[in-house]
């Protein structure tokens, strides 16, 4: 093992990372952090989440807001569900009776989409209950809240190797802190960090802000209605 308990970075950065370098260094090394609606509606999303509890059927166990953790990644997070299926293929868990295929679920505001960033995260999570578990996970979910649908995801080769070379790029930027220079893509439009990525002074910063005005607000409140809607069926 690599790292130890008191030495993990949190899972989350990962897709932050995935998001855009710049604004996972940001988080990492200047500390900075600022919402915007889609964090706020992120945030409103997780708050339902994240109250630890347990549904059990006989074919069927989930866990919610499960700490999880890798020592060979460096990486410490919770994940928002973690479902066991009854699975005669399945593997042996500690404490429970008969064999089960675990699946981590991972919640997400808005409509279902297609994000390399997430599909990462719920990666890392996977790896992380692989390495404490001692089985190996082949899909995982992403449930987006304004549609109340899941999207599965698998766990496979591709985003293993993303997770590994996320993790190591932000060790690396934490220890040389370096901090990425600004790449302006529609991803700034929606960065809660856009103020502080650069200053409204600059081109750059004049461009984004008149994006962002430009920006439907009524599209963005429509969207975290449609999470609120969506209401327990989590
Ligand atoms: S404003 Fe753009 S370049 Fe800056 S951190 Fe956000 S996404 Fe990255």
């Not at 293929?89 to 009776?97: H, Q, R, W």
């Amino acid at each position: 093992m690599k790292y130890t308990e008191d030495n993990l970075l949190p899972l989350s950065y990962l897709s932050q990372y995935y998001y855009c370098p710049r604004r996972a260094a940001l988080l990492l090394i200047e500390r900075l952090w600022s919402d915007n609606i889609h964090t706020m509606s992120g945030t409103i999303i997780h708050q339902r989440v994240d109250k630890a509890r347990q549904e059990k059927r006989s074919d069927l166990i989930r866990l919610t807001s499960l700490p999880v953790r890798s020592l060979e990644l460096g990486l410490f997070g919770v994940a928002d569900s973690v479902e066991f299926f009854a699975d005669q293929d399945g593997y042996k868990i500690e404490n429970l009776k008969g064999r089960w295929e675990v699946v981590p679920v991972e919640y997400k505001h808005g409509r279902v989409r297609d994000e390399l960033e997430y599909e990462v995260q719920l990666s890392g999570q996977a790896i992380c209950l692989e390495e404490m578990l001692g089985i190996t996970i082949h899909r995982g979910y992403i449930y987006y809240a304004g549609d109340r649908r899941r999207k599965e995801v698998q766990v496979a080769s591709k985003l293993r190797q993303l997770v590994e070379q996320g993790a190591r790029a932000l060790r690396e930027m934490l220890a040389t802190g370096n901090i990425p220079p600004v790449t302006v893509s529609s991803k700034c439009r929606e960065c809660s960090l856009g103020d502080d990525c650069f200053p409204l002074s600059s081109p750059q910063g004049r461009a984004a802000k008149k994006r962002k005005v430009k920006t439907s607000a009524a599209r963005y409140i429509k969207s975290i209605w449609d999470d609120i809607e969506s209401g327990e069926e989590l």
